[in-house]
């Protein structure tokens, strides 16, 4: 199979590594005669696939309705001979449909879908979900499958492949105090740490108002760790200075030294209430980081309640709040979600696995489209 990657995408998250572990894993496996990433020229993909020495293909990207960039794709993928285009957001999934309804583009296309939210919004964004084309559409958990049967009329288009995770990206599996040397934190205190965009889903508000409990009410001997930026970093800052708490949160930005950090956390407090799935969940999993989440989403798919972690209930902060405490004073509890996590990483998330799952998906559809 020869694979067409592509993304418009600018910035760097889980997807965008998804993008990069996929690449790895079908080249290690030797699932793919051969393979490329098509993404714009100024972004962090197109960064990362050329240190790592990837096929990669850097074009400018105007909007989401470039033309030129349309016909470049069918250029492209007439000149590789490529048997698939794996579609990995939502300005590359117009691209590729135009690229197919005015260009002629021949490959069938498959889309990568990641986000719980509808999009039977408009004309326009559930004519090219049903667009001929489009062959099959693979989803990382079963709440994004549900919220797509609303403007998707041929379900059997609808699979589901689950998040994955690199493991031996994430081997430090113990705390060295980085942490708190970098901070200054006395070692005697637990760090509890978030990493997640600042964006409305992710649910800073309800992160920030359960720290409040536990250092007001539970006066817990802890620092609270946020690491990420986005859109709404500064109400976040904000809030918790109105709450008094600028001494309790530290906000570290973006960092790419996560693998190093993560293991530094007592434990992962994760608030988010409309989450896909979560991948920094499963790299808690592979640092052996007891976890606390929300019971949203695709997260349920993710963590096992009392097995591999603990749920709680969305938007509550006390409910958070207890179940930290209940975790934070039950080591044996802890061990058991650390041994538990990790083994059901292993079995269901790693490259290995996924790479396999998204495989085959990829391969039924250009033997069954084969041109």
Same mark, same amino acid.
């Given at each position: 199979m020869r694979l067409l990657q592509i993304t418009a995408s600018k910035v760097w998250r889980g997807h965008e590594q998804k993008i990069i572990y996929l690449y790895e894993a079908f080249k290690e496996y030797g699932y793919?005669?051969?393979?490329?990433?098509?993404?714009?020229?100024?972004?962090? $993909?197109?960064?990362?696939?050329?240190?790592?020495?990837?096929?990669?293909?850097?074009?400018?990207?105007?909007?989401?309705?470039?033309?030129?960039?349309?016909?470049?794709?069918?250029?492209?993928?007439?000149?590789?001979?490529?048997?698939?285009?794996?579609?990995?957001?939502?300005?590359?999934h117009t691209l590729a449909v135009l690229s197919s309804f005015f260009f002629g583009?021949?490959?069938?296309?498959?889309?990568?879908? /990641?986000?719980?939210?509808? $999009?039977? /919004?408009?004309?326009?964004?559930?004519?090219?979900?049903?667009?001929?084309a489009i062959k099959k559409i693979i989803c990382v958990s079963y709440p994004v499958v549900n919220v797509l049967k609303h403007a998707v009329k041929d379900h059997k288009k609808l699979t589901v492949v689950g998040s994955v995770t690199d493991v031996n990206k994430f081997k430090k599996q113990q705390p060295t105090g980085k942490l708190h040397e970098e901070l200054n934190i006395p070692k005697d205190y637990?760090?509890?740490?978030?990493?997640? =965009?600042? /964006?409305?889903?992710?649910?800073?508000?309800?992160? $920030?108002?359960?720290?409040?409990?536990? $250092?007001? =009410?539970?006066?817990?001997?802890a620092k609270f760790i946020l690491v990420g930026k986005g859109k709404l970093e500064e109400e976040i800052k904000t809030m918790?200075?109105?709450?008094?708490? =600028?001494?309790d949160i530290y906000f570290l930005g973006f960092r790419r030294d996560v693998p190093e950090i993560l293991p530094e956390f007592n434990l992962f407090l994760f608030t988010s209430n409309n989450e896909p799935t979560g991948g920094v969940l499963l790299e808690s999993y592979a640092c052996k980081v007891p976890i606390v989440a929300a019971n949203a989403g695709g997260i349920p798919e993710v963590i096992v309640n009392? =097995? /591999?972690?603990?749920?709680?209930?969305?938007?509550?902060?006390?409910?958070?709040?207890?179940?930290?405490?209940q975790l934070l004073n039950d080591k044996p509890l802890q061990e058991k979600f650390k041994e538990k996590g990790y083994e059901y990483l292993v079995n269901n998330f790693t490259k290995e696995v996924i790479s396999k799952k998204m495989y085959e998906e990829l391969k039924e559809v250009a033997e069954k489209y084969n041109r």
């Open positions: 793919v005669e051969d393979q490329w990433i098509i993404c714009p020229k100024n972004s962090e $993909v197109y960064e990362v696939a050329t240190q790592k020495n990837m096929q990669v293909i850097g074009l400018d990207i105007d909007s989401e309705y470039d033309f030129k960039f349309a016909k470049q794709l069918k250029k492209i993928a007439k000149d590789k001979n490529a048997d698939v285009i794996f579609i990995h957001n939502s300005k590359s583009l021949k490959v069938p296309l498959v889309l990568c879908r /990641t986000l719980i939210k509808r $999009v039977d /919004t408009n004309f326009f964004r559930k004519w090219k979900y049903n667009y001929k637990q760090l509890i740490g978030n990493i997640a =965009e600042f /964006t409305g889903f992710k649910d800073h508000r309800t992160w $920030v108002n359960t720290v409040e409990i536990l $250092v007001k =009410e539970h006066q817990l001997k918790v200075a109105e709450k008094g708490l =600028e001494n009392n =097995e /591999t972690g603990l749920l709680a209930e969305v938007g509550n902060p006390k409910d958070f709040a207890d179940k930290v405490i």
